[in-house]
């Protein structure tokens, strides 16, 4: 089956702007995470939603960053008022439940974030 | 403060030799324990989970478990230069993932 799809696969803003990036989880996987990753660093966690709701937030950077998933499937990770510094590659992982024994997750091809 | 230590490398090795890749975790707590492999430009891409302590092996991949010194390693066999890659740790705790920087590995050819 399809794996966890990603888009846009590039995005450049300008400082300021606002930005939306769109994940497509595996089909019923139930459990939906984002993460940011920077050159030379492992992934860095954001958000993870099981089901519709956010299950932990604790990562989100600040009240720029929100992230919605209505329907339990498809996510969006929204960034207003962009800077400099949120430039990275965001990465949606997915999997089957909450991650753990047997429940691996899989990640997405990402979207790389420029902020100029 | 949960965190997962990786010496970033780079790790150079000959094709065929037995690569060797390790990683240290802060919290006892944690109970599943995963390797990924990332090429430049990639997203991460799941090589082997691991539970209990002890070995468990897929292939030419061995992961190792030590859950009392909290370590936990990966053995490559017969490294090939498709290999090389950079390799990322990763541990859960409470359902999030905690990742590490990574290991960069390099197979001579």
């Known amino acids: 089956g399809a794996g966890v799809s990603q888009t846009p696969s590039n995005k450049v803003t300008e400082k300021g702007k606002y930005v939306e990036l769109r994940c497509d989880p595996i089909s019923g996987h139930t459990a939906l995470y984002w993460y940011r990753q920077s050159l030379g660093q492992g992934p860095e966690f954001l958000i993870y939603f099981q089901g519709t709701g956010a299950a932990d937030d604790s990562g989100l950077p600040n009240d720029r960053f929100f992230a919605v998933r209505p329907e339990g499937s498809v996510s969006t990770l929204k960034i207003q008022r962009t800077e400099r510094g949120d430039s990275a590659v965001y990465l949606c992982?997915?999997?089957?439940?909450?991650?753990?024994?047997?429940?691996?997750?899989?990640f997405g091809p990402g979207t790389r974030l420029t902020v100029l | 403060q949960k965190e997962v230590e990786q010496n970033s490398g780079p790790l150079s090795v000959p094709e065929g030799a037995i690569a060797s890749l390790n990683c240290t975790y802060s919290?006892?707590?944690?109970?599943?324990f995963f390797w990924y492999r990332q090429y430049s430009g990639k997203s991460p891409e799941l090589i082997m989970s691991?539970?209990?302590?002890g070995d468990k092996e897929d292939g030419r991949f061995t992961a190792q478990l030590n859950k009392a010194s909290q370590y936990v390693s990966l053995l490559i066999r017969d490294s090939q230069p498709s290999d090389s890659a950079t390799y990322l740790c990763?541990?859960?705790?409470?359902?999030?993932?905690?990742f590490g920087s990574g290991t960069k590995l390099n197979v001579k050819p």
């Open positions: 691991i539970y209990s302590n």
């Open positions: 992982a997915s999997s089957l439940g909450p991650s753990g024994q047997g429940n691996e997750q899989f």
């Open positions: 919290d006892r707590g944690s109970q599943s």
């Open positions: 990763a541990v859960i705790f409470t359902s999030k993932f905690y």
